[in-house]
């Protein structure tokens, strides 16, 4: 699919790091005094560090993307040195992209002699990364989930990550925990390419649908993945087309739930999932519920 990421001239580059905290994403790095993009998995092609840069060294540029390859991206790492092919592979692992990880050194392994540096040695130094207890910036612990280790760019906003949810046990007054198992969720921002999203079940929802139903969580959330969106208000709505065609054919998620509000305007959410149907290789089954502004079920249909 065609997408725009984020470009860095080197040459211009003059090492001043700005830019680094302004990506959401935390896809940039300092690499041998260098604004480096460690890891176009990463990068939403925003350009929230575009504005940061004072010698205009960041650009945006638009191009056919295939599906997110990790050989094809370790291969182009290698080419930039050890320290940046350490780099992308420990951002993996702040994002828990351990599958990524294993086919970096799968292949890295297999062309070990052909590698100008020592594999198992970047391997050792990676699984530590791993294990390092997490910063203890107060800022940050209050912004990232209790298991998980802060981002490299300590904006945690629209980085993708993934956790297990607690399980439902409510008594008294207690707090009904949430069944929400990945960050983001809003259309705009999800990475399809995120592992999380690999043959799950996806619920796409529109955005009032949480207000006006009290057991969303419980009943319709739990052991799902979650997008939301606003067929009314939302821009730009052929990005999302393209995401969902990437979910369907790429993540080859296994059915797609469709919940939206008795609001005419809602029914665009389903025309963007017929839309991606059409244009997808794969079929996957389509349930559609509405919901009243009252919290009822009016529609609950396989399609």
């Given at each position: ?124 130094e990676v699984q530590q990364h791993g294990k ?172």
């Open positions: 699919m065609k997408r725009e990421i984020v470009k860095i001239d080197r040459n211009l580059c003059n090492g001043c790091g700005v830019c680094i905290p302004n990506c959401h994403e935390g896809a940039l790095q300092m690499i041998d005094g260098k604004a480096t993009l460690v890891s176009e998995l990463m990068c939403d092609g925003l350009g929230a560090c575009i504005g940061h840069c004072p010698v205009g060294a960041i650009t945006i540029e638009e191009r056919e993307a295939e599906a997110y390859d990790e050989v094809l991206t370790i291969k182009e790492m290698i080419k930039a040195g050890r320290n940046t092919v350490a780099a992308h592979l420990k951002h993996l692992r702040d994002y828990n992209e351990k599958e990524y990880v294993h086919q970096a050194f799968d292949y890295m392994k297999t062309n070990a002699q052909t590698i100008p540096f020592d594999v198992d040695e970047l391997l050792h390092k207890e997490p910063r203890t910036n107060p800022y940050l612990q209050n912004l990232i989930h209790k298991h998980e280790e802060p981002l490299a760019c300590g904006c945690p906003g629209s980085a993708a990550k993934s956790f297990v949810p607690e399980k439902v046990v409510v008594s008294g007054n207690a707090d009904v925990p949430s069944q929400l198992s990945h960050w983001p969720v809003q259309m705009h921002l999800i990475n399809p390419n995120a592992s999380f999203f690999q043959e799950s079940d996806l619920l796409l929802s529109a955005d009032c649908v949480a207000y006006a139903l009290g057991n969303f969580h419980t009943k319709y959330l739990k052991g799902k993945k979650l997008a939301i969106a606003c067929p009314k208000l939302d821009s730009n709505k052929e990005v999302y087309i393209e995401k969902l065609v990437h979910l369907i054919d790429q993540a080859k998620v296994n059915t797609i739930t469709v919940m939206k509000m008795e609001v005419p305007c809602c029914g665009g959410l389903m025309q963007l999932v017929q839309t991606a149907l059409q244009q997808s290789a794969r079929k996957v089954p389509v349930k559609l519920l509405t919901v009243s502004s009252k919290g009822e079920i009016l529609e609950d249909r396989w399609l």
